[in-house]
């Protein structure tokens, strides 16, 4: 493993070991320190981290259920490539949980909740266009705190297992991300929230975690070695229609 690993994958003595390294490797599969086709193994990452085999093994397990990682016997492990399928499935999933979010948060209408998603949304919009690893981290925040607002960070934690795949995507599109449209689309979000609009916060969400689709054909060709594609002809996503707006180039159900 490199030896110049960033602070924050450095191990908490406080925090249970398997958890930070599972963190810590997912973090940097994603984030392409680790590209699809490198090897793991379960012995240098235990030494590099001065710990047992057992946490990494756990983590190993961890990742491979994320399909980040393949645990080939006899051949070692391996970084996976980015399933096409896979990213489709995980942003249908993702899509439909969020909605529902949105839905629950705008019938509430909690001043709280919205002044602090306010505050976010300044932070996101202070962030340099040339600097977008850390629009990554307030976008992740941003949802985060959606769903637990919501009561449902038991379902968020179910989300970032999920979303894997697509984070990998997204970091790849870090080049040509659309940092302004989707502050603008977070800020739709919030709106509609705060004016309790349950359909437009429904649709507004849904329109916002479709925007990767719109990338995903130039990124997977810039990056065609990290994917595992299907045979023949992409399929294209299939959405649940949203009512009362028409989505060009994207097909619905």
Do not use: C
């Not at 240098?44 to 994320?66: G, H, K, N, T």
């Amino acid at each position: 493993m490199r030896a110049d690993i960033r602070e924050s994958w450095s191990l908490d003595p406080a925090t249970p070991i398997t958890r930070q390294i599972s963190r810590i490797l997912r973090e940097r599969i994603i984030q392409v320190d680790l590209k699809p086709g490198d090897r793991l193994s379960e012995s240098e990452v235990a030494r590099f981290y001065d710990v047992s085999r057992q946490p990494v093994r756990e983590a190993f397990i961890r990742l491979a259920d994320q399909g980040l990682l393949a645990i080939l016997p006899q051949r070692g492990t391996i970084i996976s490539r980015i399933g096409y399928n896979a990213v489709l499935d995980a942003r249908f999933l993702r899509e439909a949980i969020e909605a529902d979010i949105a839905k629950i948060l705008a019938g509430q209408q909690d001043a709280a909740v919205i002044r602090e998603l306010r505050a976010q949304l300044d932070h996101q919009a202070q962030v340099g266009q040339d600097t977008p690893q850390d629009f990554f981290g307030y976008d992740d925040l941003f949802h985060r705190t959606l769903a637990e607002a919501a009561g449902k960070g038991g379902a968020w934690k179910q989300i970032e297992g999920l979303k894997s795949q697509m984070d990998r995507v997204r970091f790849l599109s870090l080049g040509q991300f659309p940092q302004r449209k989707l502050i603008a689309q977070h800020g739709a979000i919030v709106d509609a929230i705060e004016r309790g609009a349950v359909p437009q916060a429904n649709a507004a969400v849904r329109r916002h975690l479709r925007e990767v689709l719109s990338e995903l054909p130039q990124i997977v060709a810039a990056n065609a070695a990290y994917f595992e594609l299907p045979e023949g002809a992409l399929p294209q996503p299939v959405h649940a229609p949203i009512q009362g707006y028409a989505e060009d180039g994207l097909t619905s159900d």
